[in-house]
């Protein structure tokens, strides 16, 4: 792999306020080109192939390494970021009347058919069963061109600043390019409003879509850094200004442990009221910046205590309304269909992402002030309670450490909810798991009859999604290179899960501990899955 060309500070603060960063992949256009024909070819003459599409046409891994795109990637998600296996391929046919316009922030045009672009403005879902929604980016989207697409060709639509909203509002600060060339390369935060825009051509449009993960907290700048201090930045497209979560996204990519705040500018009578009749409001600038001004105040000696107890309770209430249970569409004769309702944005479980509750994301932004009472929650009888103080210990991270014993009670709760909110707060914490592995092991080696009715239409079901967030616990517990040897032993049967992703993130992690029989496990595994890329329908053998 060639040297990561990374970011400046200035590009970091673009994607905070944006959500996204423009690249253009720094290799010959003879590749683009290449796999632009290879792509038509699967479609025309093999079949869609969906996360096996890498597989199919290995020179995309040109474009994923090439320096731009792997500096860009190690900047925002660290050096140790994970290609996730799932992938997706946004098809765009030409539509019937090509004479058309669409305004930019139209919802839902009407696309080709055969389209597999979505040009409704949405978030989009965790695949292949839900996981939080996170104000940190621990989740990237990749959207690659590997062809030109100019405007009469649809180009991807993005929301600039929405990575932060809860649920997608009304359409502002909308950014629809009027030419993106052949290597454009879209660096988004997972959790940003985008959509699809008609095909005014007489050629498909395809765009490439990669998730990465980051895997372990940041400790200090992973991009070219000179300056600590959070502004503004010069290309902010947003006409707004949310000083609180953008300074506190800045700061912890530095790796900058949140400090609780002095007495100066915080009195112990400051009224809460305000900033906490704005949380789970729809305005999502007055909901951000109040989340990261009680923050600010949960973390002071003065105001701290007092905030933290609002919070806690907030949390509580939620307690006894079955928020940890699904809200279903229902089919025509009233019967529940494997699919959420999401008409009001519920602040519910679902099985797309899961928007937790305000106070739950407030209290991650707290910091260390914040885990004595998280703890203390996480003993609550209500799952939905739990999955929320679960959630915000992940968030805080390292510091949170001492919570480590606490949720590992919580893999043995009946719910597989908390089980895999815990599985993810566990992995974002990232240090004392030698307390979980014995849990952990026993979650990716059984299986539990209540959990295998298929959660959506695709057939996933909960034990799938469970095994999977173990298996990225344990690729997250690398990082630090504790209990290498009991991992690795947990981690070799995970190799013949029927998951595919399951195993992926096994083999994955089977590398990163590098020793000689980790290593051989993992080369057993590729090396029976070798695909001859060469061969075609025309050419098979």
């Known amino acids: 792999m060639a040297e990561a060309k990374l970011l400046n500070d200035e590009q970091v603060r673009e994607f905070i306020t944006n959500g996204f960063i423009r690249l253009q992949a720094d290799v010959a256009l003879a590749t683009h080109t290449a796999i632009d024909k290879q792509l038509r070819q699967t479609f025309a003459d093999e079949s869609r192939l969906g996360n096996n599409i890498v597989s199919r046409i290995p020179k995309m891994h040109e474009v994923l390494r090439s320096p731009i795109v792997h500096g860009a990637l190690v900047s925002l998600a660290g050096p140790h970021y994970y290609l996730h ?152 497209l947003v006409d707004y200004d949310l000083e609180g979560p953008w300074s506190h996204i800045w700061h912890w990519l530095r790796g900058s442990r949140i400090a609780r705040a002095g007495n100066q500018t915080i009195g112990r009578n400051v009224d809460l009221t305000p900033h906490l009749a704005n949380l789970g409001q729809a305005d999502q600038v007055a909901r951000l910046t109040s989340i990261y001004a009680l923050a600010e105040q949960a973390r002071s000696s003065s105001a701290g205590p007092v905030t933290i107890i609002a919070l806690v309770d907030a949390l509580q209430q939620t307690a006894g309304q079955q928020k940890h249970e699904r809200k279903l569409v229902l089919d025509e004769t009233g019967k529940p269909k494997p699919r959420d309702d999401i008409r009001g944005w519920p602040r519910c479980w679902n099985e797309r992402a899961i928007v937790l509750e305000d106070a739950a994301y407030v209290l991650a932004a707290s910091g260390d002030a914040a885990v004595p009472a998280l703890i203390k929650l996480l003993g609550h009888n209500d799952p939905w309670v739990q999955i929320n103080a679960a959630f915000s210990l992940g968030e805080i991270g390292p510091p949170a450490a001492a919570s480590v014993e606490k949720l590992t009670n919580l893999l043995d709760s009946p719910y597989q909810q908390v089980v895999r909110q815990a599985l993810d707060a566990l992995g974002a914490i990232g240090c004392r798991l030698q307390l979980a592995l014995g849990q952990i092991e026993t979650l990716l080696g059984q299986s539990n009859s209540q959990w295998l009715h298929a959660q959506v239409g695709r057939g996933w079901n909960a034990q799938d999604q469970v095994r999977l967030n173990a298996a990225f616990t344990l690729l997250n517990a690398t990082s630090l290179g504790e209990d290498l040897d009991a991992i690795e032993c947990i981690l070799v049967p995970a190799l013949a899960d029927a998951n595919g992703y399951v195993a992926a993130v096994a083999c994955e992690a089977l590398i990163r501990i590098g020793t000689t029989t980790a290593t051989t496990h993992a080369i057993g595994y590729l090396s029976d899955r070798r695909w001859d890329e060469t061969l075609t329908g025309s050419k098979p053998f």
């Open 85 to 236: 296996p799932h992938r997706a391929i946004h098809r765009s046919t030409p539509i019937d009347d090509p004479t058309l316009e669409f305004a930019d922030a139209v919802d839902a045009p009407q696309m080709g058919p055969g389209s597999t672009s979505g040009s409704g403005w949405h978030q989009d879902a965790q695949s292949p069963l839900a996981r939080a929604r996170h104000h940190l980016p621990r989740h990237l989207i990749g959207f690659y061109f590997p062809h030109d697409t100019p405007l009469k060709m649809g180009p991807t639509r993005l929301q600039a600043g929405s990575h932060l909203y809860a649920n997608p509002v009304e359409p502002r600060a909308v950014v629809l390019p009027d030419r993106v060339s052949a290597g454009t390369f879209l660096v988004v935060h997972f959790d940003m409003v985008h959509a699809g825009f008609p095909n005014r051509t007489e050629l498909d449009r395809y765009v490439v879509k990669f998730v990465f993960t980051r895997t372990a907290a940041p400790t200090a700048p992973t991009w070219q850094s000179e300056d600590a201090g959070w502004r503004r930045p010069n290309h902010c």
